[in-house]
């Protein structure tokens, strides 16, 4: 946990809980598969790796004519993760 930055407390339980839209459940549940395989640089996580895209969507039965929009959502979802990563990192930093 230490070498993203994080400790036991930010894994304490909350009363933030988030919701998913039906129509972007497929995307978060091919986020959840894709959880392992996050690509790294010198600065952390830099993006999903996607060469196992193919072998999450058959696992999770994701229909070949939704995979462009799933994707997209996929993206959205990516994104906004490293976003927050990023924010948290800052904050951290701000307060050492």
Partial sequence: MAVFG?????FEATDNVGVCWPEHADAMHVFMGMQSQWNHG????TGLNYSSLN???????I?????PTVFHQLQVIE???LSL??????SRKASN
């Avoid at 072998?55 to 039965?61: K, N």
């Fill in 55 to 61: 072998a999450v969507y058959s696992g999770l039965r």
């Fill in 85 to 90: 990563i990023s924010d948290y990192k800052k």
């Fill in 42 to 45: 010198f600065d952390g996580v």
């Fill in 63 to 67: 229909k070949e004519e939704n995979r």
């Fill in 6 to 10: 994080l400790t036991e407390a930010d």
């Fill in 79 to 81: 994104f906004e993760t």
